[in-house]
């Protein structure tokens, strides 16, 4: 990944206090790389941000302690199953995150009010628009900074999970294939949350507010609809299980990768949905993404100046 | 490297009968101006339509209708061009209190398309330009509000742009920190060779600053012409002079004496306490200085001070406000 180095250093180079002070005004006559260089530079400080690096120590250490809190189970899933001699780790790769979906909701409820709010409390958007930077560029360079900051952090534990599997000698192909769909589902689940989080984060320019409504959108779906799923098993209407599944953002990507990516559902009675449910699925997800971007694009529009 | 020598007549800012036009309120109405390259203050009550006009300057805005150019650049269609050339410093607050100013106006550079190095280079020379110096590795939320409004126009400048947009830039300053300010914008373009559109509500101000001022007045243009026509048509001087035993009242002296050779003499207190000693008269060139003078060595008195005393603006302000038709006429003949 493209994280570049932090930036006080140079500014304060033992060289300042040598100089002579008052020098003249230079005119600057480099490159201006403008606007597709000032996008990624966005990008970069977005996503450097949203683990806390280069801010400051106190805002470091909820992303760092959220990453930690995700990888230890790969880790000791890892050490048992080297241990052991498992035949298999004793979670899917695909499972994972559904598993740790709380530990995902806080990070998502922390950092995307921390990438959006700020700008729009400090009133610093009117200095991006201002520039070369254009709206759309603006929503793309923060939209996938928290999105792959969101990959970064569910991808990290699948991959300790695989390397651990492979140095406890597991079936290499088998590994691969199941780490390979994990990491689509993530990337799928990053893109899904980072719109939401965003949305939601952008109405509101209090990071306080941003954060409960991030957290209440997250934990109040998925108990609706798992509360909804477990009904509807204790009745017998299995049928409708997978319907439900439709209603909240980590029951979507379950449902999606029970369809298409080999997984076994956490739905009740492990009713995923069908292959033509799936496709319904996947429909939802790149219908809530591409609506994230629309509505992040509209609120940007009018913020403007 | 050659910067492009900007030729005296060729113009910065350019409007043809701008309007805009919300649904309740006009904020411009057929604004025609030309601003050349210097200090231009844009002046106006607030809700005047000056942020309105930059907004639409940077090409953020689209006109209803009118055309403008920005260094030769059509804002409707070549925005995104004019705001690589150009800065901005927004009236309100715009600076995040977490982060020190060396790394706010660094992102703020790069945002301009600066790359890492050049970035840093040239925030620390922009910091030290504008006044910031030890203070700038410290978060900006401890910052004072003079240091807040160098922090604004250092990102401004970061980019080292052709024309500056600075909204506001001495609200909320005590007068020594206006003071700093208005010699630094004036330097903005004496040292550093950048054209500036500064923007006021306050009309005294902007006459030690600018080469030339705009003057709009509920979206339309009321008057625009060089700081010297406003206020350098004629030369008041204000004298004021020390008491003796053989003159008690030496102002009163000094204006017999002036009266009796034909000089007409104003009482400049303008009814303020204190200021009863000091005597306005209209210089008519050279010999004026040596009457009074002769005057105040004749009566054994001292000169404390001789001083030129420029019209305000806001008196030419007045004046328009009242007879607006004619000054409008002559506002587009001084563009």
Known sequence: ?305 | MVRVTIVVDVTVIATESLSKRFPRVTALDRLSVDVGPGVTGLVGANGAGKSTLIKILLGLSPASEGRAEVLGLDVATKGAAIRERVGYMPEHDCLPPDVSATEFVVHMARMSGLPPTAARERTADTLRHVGLYEERYRPIGGYSTGMKQRVKLAQALVHDPQLVFLDEPTNGLDPVGRDEMLGLIRRIHTDFGISVLVTSHLLGELERTCDHVVIIDGGKLLRSSSTTDFTQTTTTLAIEVTDTDDHPDGTRAVREVLHARGVEVLDGSNGLPGAGHILLLTAQGEETYDLVRDVVADLGLGLVRMEQRRHHISEVFHADAEDRDVTKEAAVHGS
């Open chain 1, 1 to 305: 990944m493209a994280v570049e180095q932090p930036m006080q250093t140079a500014a304060g180079a033992p060289g300042d206090q040598t100089r002579i002070h008052n020098i003249g005004y230079r005119n600057y006559d480099g490159p201006r790389l403008g606007r597709s260089y000032a996008t990624r530079s966005l990008y970069s400080q977005s996503l450097r941000g949203a683990y806390g690096l280069g801010r400051s120590i106190k805002s470091k250490v909820l992303p760092m302690l959220l990453f930690v809190v995700m990888c230890v189970p790969a880790a000791i899933m890892v050490a048992v199953t080297v241990a052991t001699k498992l035949k298999d780790l004793p979670v899917e790769y695909t499972r994972y995150a559904v598993i740790m979906q709380a530990v995902i909701s806080l990070f998502l409820a922390s950092q995307a009010p921390q990438s959006v709010s700020r700008d729009l409390r400090f009133k610093t958007v009117p200095l991006y628009f201002s520039r070369p930077i254009e709206t759309a560029d603006y929503v793309r360079a923060k939209y996938a900074a928290l999105a792959s900051a969101m990959f970064v952090l569910t991808a990290a534990p699948l991959l300790v999970l695989y390397v651990g599997a492979l140095l406890a000698k597991l079936d290499f192909a088998d590994q691969t294939k199941g780490f390979a769909q994990g990491l689509v589902s993530v990337a799928l689940l990053s893109l899904l949350f980072a719109g939401i989080g965003l949305v939601i984060a952008s109405v509101t320019p209090r990071r306080g507010f941003g954060i409960a409504a991030v957290i209440a959108v997250m934990t109040i779906s998925y108990g609706a609809v798992s509360t909804l799923q477990g009904i509807a098993d204790a009745q017998n209407s299995s049928g409708a299980i997978p319907w439900i599944g439709l209603f909240s953002p980590i029951t979507l990507v379950d449902g999606v990768q029970t369809a298409f990516l080999g997984a076994k559902s956490a739905f009740p009675g492990e009713v995923g949905p069908s292959s033509g449910q799936g496709v319904v699925y996947v429909l939802v997800v790149l219908g809530l993404i591409a609506a994230s971007y629309g509505l992040l694009m509209r609120r940007y529009r009018k913020v403007g100046l």
